[in-house]
C-alpha cells in the first residue's frame, strides 16, 4: 500500500512540474530533490528523473513535428555534439559523491530558480537565420558544452538553450522552441541510456512521474491564462528555495 502512495504522489508531483515546466521552466528543479526525498540516492535520482525528460521532450518534438516545424538537419548536428557532452556529464554525475552532488544541486535550483524568476520572456523575432558555415561550429562546439551541463543535472536547460539559439543562430521562438526539445529529446536518451547501463535508473517511480509530466504539460497547455506565469514563478521560487535548503543542511 505504501508503495503505491509513493507512486500515486510522483503522479502528483510530476503534474504540478509539468505544469511549471509549461508555465515557467524549471520541471526538474521539482522532481529531482523529491526523488532524493522520497529515499534515492542521488545519483539514482538523477537517472530516474530522465524517464521524464525523454518523454516530455519527444512528446514536444512530435508535435512540433506534426505542424511541420523543423530545423533539419540543424537539430541532428546539435544533437550528435550534445549526446558526447552528455556522455561525459552523465559519468561525472554518476561517480560524483552523493553528498557533494545535493550541494551543487541546491546551489543550481536556487541560481535557476532565480534566473526563471526574472527572466524576459520575449525573444527576438524577425531575424535571418544563422545556421551555417562559422556560426555552426561554434554551436556545434556550444552544444558540446550543453550537452555536459545536461547530462550532469540538466535542471534549467531550456532557458540556455532557448537564449543561444535566438540572439547567436538568429531563430525565432517557434523554431528555437522546436530545436531545443528535439535536442534535449536526444541527449537526454543518450543520458538515460547510461544511467541505465550503470543500475541508476528506478523504472517504476520515474515512469510514474513521466505519466505526471505529460498530463500536466497537456493541461497546462490548454488552460494556462498569460497573467498567471509569474504567480507561478514566485511560488516555485519559494518552493525551490525551500527544498534546496532541505538538501543542503538536512541530507
Given at each position: ?37 522520497l529515499g534515492l540516492p542521488p545519483h539514482l535520482a538523477n537517472g530516474t528523473n530522465r524517464i521524464a525528460i525523454v ?69 527576438e523575432e524577425g531575424l535571418v537565420e544563422r545556421l551555417s558555415g562559422t556560426y555552426l561550429i561554434w554551436s556545434i ?111
Open positions: 500500500m505504501e508503495e503505491y502512495l509513493s507512486l500515486l504522489f510522483l503522479v502528483v508531483i510530476g503534474f504540478f512540474a509539468g505544469v511549471v515546466n509549461t508555465l515557467a521552466g524549471g520541471g526538474s528543479l521539482f522532481t529531482l530533490p523529491v526523488l532524493i526525498f518523454v516530455q521532450s519527444l512528446s514536444g518534438a512530435l508535435g512540433y513535428r506534426s505542424k511541420g516545424v523543423s530545423s533539419f538537419p540543424f537539430t541532428i548536428y546539435l544533437g550528435i555534439s550534445a549526446c558526447l557532452g552528455a556522455y561525459f556529464g552523465a559519468q561525472i554525475a554518476i561517480d560524483l559523491d552523493g553528498s557533494l552532488f545535493n550541494k551543487i544541486l541546491a546551489l543550481i535550483m536556487i541560481l535557476v530558480g532565480f534566473l526563471i524568476l526574472f527572466k524576459q520572456k520575449k525573444l562546439i556550444g552544444f558540446f558544452l550543453i550537452g555536459i551541463y545536461g547530462g550532469f543535472i540538466n535542471a534549467g536547460i531550456g532557458i540556455v538553450i532557448m537564449l543561444f539559439l535566438n540572439r547567436f543562430n538568429h531563430m525565432s521562438l517557434i523554431q528555437s522552441n522546436a530545436t531545443k526539445v528535439a535536442v534535449v529529446f536526444i541527449y537526454s536518451t543518450v543520458a538515460l541510456l547510461i544511467f541505465a547501463y550503470n543500475d541508476a535508473v528506478d523504472w517504476k517511480m520515474g515512469s510514474a512521474m513521466a505519466f505526471g509530466t505529460s498530463f500536466g504539460a497537456w493541461f497546462a497547455s490548454r488552460w494556462s491564462v498569460k497573467k498567471g506565469d509569474r504567480v507561478i514563478r514566485i511560488a516555485m521560487l519559494f518552493v525551490v528555495v525551500l527544498m534546496a535548503i532541505k538538501l543542503w543542511f538536512f541530507e
